[in-house]
């Protein structure tokens, strides 16, 4: 073989060992373990999470619904009622059932601590009635499915409506319908249960309701 021979021969395998190199780092490339396209479209196909640890979420709560109220004063009563952002009869009707602000945060996955916020103030006649609510709160919540989630709560609810003040113990037990990765629907079944409470004049008094209630909730 001539030398010419063997240098073009030389200039083929250099060639094909230089492409087949080339064509073998853009494939490493374009598939480290699975194909692009199939890792797009399972990130397109995931469920939206809920209920992740460090997951922070701000709800409207109570913004209307349906409420049985059982008043221990006297020789006690009971009322029924729907609402739609607040009770026309006012505060002292149903009042553990106020529309109010949530703020949950899980500890971990699945658990969170939270706390519910309310306030109301009326006038009449020229004077005036304030009156807040405070709900501190542990739940745990997970998925069901990949738009249905479940996230049972427990804890108390402080009221002050001067001159009267009621203490119960609250449990929520929210179904979460998640519409997209920052808004959810809330449906809960509530109960409140009277633990203690205190009318005008010093009076003992105790509430406890039951009721459903729908609300809405922005995870973070």
Same mark, same amino acid.
């Given at each position: 073989?001539?030398?010419?021979?063997?240098?073009?021969?030389? $200039?083929?395998?250099?060639?094909?060992?230089?492409?087949?190199?080339?064509?073998?780092?853009?494939?490493? /490339? !374009?598939?480290? *373990?699975? #194909?692009?396209?199939?890792?797009?479209?399972?990130?397109?196909?995931? #469920?939206? *999470?809920?209920?992740? =640890?460090?997951?922070?979420? +701000?709800?409207? !709560?109570?913004?209307? $619904? %349906?409420?049985?109220?059982?008043?221990?004063?006297?020789?006690?009563?009971? =009322?029924? @009622?729907?609402?739609?952002?607040?009770?026309?009869?006012? +505060?002292?009707?149903? #009042? %553990?059932?106020?529309? &109010?602000?949530?703020?949950? %945060?899980?500890?971990?996955?699945?658990?969170?601590?939270? /706390?519910?916020?309310?306030?109301?103030?009326?006038?009449? *006649? *020229? @004077?005036?009635?304030?009156?807040? !609510? +405070?709900?501190? &709160?542990?739940?745990? @919540?997970?998925?069901?499915?990949?738009w249905l989630g479940v996230w049972p709560r427990v804890g108390v609810t402080y009221i002050n409506s001067t001159p009267a003040t009621y203490l119960g113990l609250t449990i929520d037990l929210a179904a979460v319908i998640v519409v997209s990765q920052h808004l959810a629907l809330t449906l809960a079944p509530v109960a409140n249960i009277g633990l203690t409470g205190t009318a005008s004049g010093n009076v003992s008094?105790?509430?406890?309701?039951? $009721?459903?209630?729908? @609300?809405?909730?922005? #995870?973070?």
């Amino acid at each position: 073989m001539t030398s010419n021979a063997k240098r073009m021969l030389q $200039g083929l395998l250099s060639l094909v060992v230089v492409s087949w190199a080339a064509g073998a780092q853009a494939q490493n /490339l !374009e598939t480290p *373990g699975a #194909p692009a396209a199939e890792a797009a479209t399972a990130a397109a196909t995931a #469920p939206t *999470g809920f209920a992740d =640890s460090g997951q922070f979420v +701000v709800s409207a !709560e109570r913004l209307f $619904g %349906y409420n049985w109220a059982h008043n221990s004063l006297g020789n006690g009563s009971s =009322s029924s @009622g729907y609402s739609v952002l607040g009770n026309g009869f006012g +505060v002292a009707a149903y #009042p %553990y059932d106020w529309p &109010r602000l949530g703020f949950d %945060y899980f500890l971990t996955k699945s658990i969170s601590g939270g /706390l519910a916020l309310a306030f109301s103030r009326q006038t009449a *006649g *020229g @004077g005036s009635l304030n009156a807040f !609510e +405070v709900a501190p &709160r542990l739940g745990y @919540g997970m998925m069901v499915g990949p738009w249905l989630g479940v996230w049972p709560r427990v804890g108390v609810t402080y009221i002050n409506s001067t001159p009267a003040t009621y203490l119960g113990l609250t449990i929520d037990l929210a179904a979460v319908i998640v519409v997209s990765q920052h808004l959810a629907l809330t449906l809960a079944p509530v109960a409140n249960i009277g633990l203690t409470g205190t009318a005008s004049g010093n009076v003992s008094q105790k509430f406890t309701t039951l $009721g459903v209630e729908f @609300g809405l909730s922005i #995870p973070f």
